[in-house]
């Protein structure tokens, strides 16, 4: 599986953006789709992540600001970006967990997002 991100790019703080990822194929099946970030000279987090189900699960950095969201019509996963904060600058990544048992993973080549203060 392929996985494009894009929608990144340069924004103020308080501003928005929305992410997408575009998969190669069906992510129907897929257990898990999620959003991942790398902040400048720091490790990759967790930042959202969205069951075949609809159940969300964020990190407490960016409840009540980011949204995500699944089409698993249109093999599409978004990352709603509300009240940006300099603090989130990074490069975005999107995840697939195609499966839980074993993990199977795959990765999108990331998004820059940089929010100016």
């Known amino acids: 599986v392929q996985l494009q991100a894009s929608g990144g790019g340069l924004v103020q703080a308080g501003g928005s953006l929305r992410l997408s990822c575009a998969a190669s194929?069906?992510?129907?099946?897929?257990?898990?789709m999620g959003w991942y970030r790398q902040p400048p000279g720091e490790q990759r987090e967790l930042v959202a992540t969205i069951t075949s189900g609809g159940t969300t699960t964020y990190a407490d950095s960016i409840k009540g600001r980011f949204t995500i969201s699944r089409d698993n019509g249109k093999n599409t996963v978004h990352l709603q970006m509300n009240s940006l904060k300099p603090e989130d600058t990074a490069v975005y990544y999107c995840?697939?967990?195609?499966?839980?048992?074993?993990?199977?993973?795959?990765w999108g080549q990331g998004t820059v997002v940089t929010v100016s203060s």
């Open positions: 995840n697939a967990k195609a499966s839980l048992q074993p993990t199977v993973n795959y």
């Open positions: 194929r069906s992510i129907f099946r897929f257990p898990v």
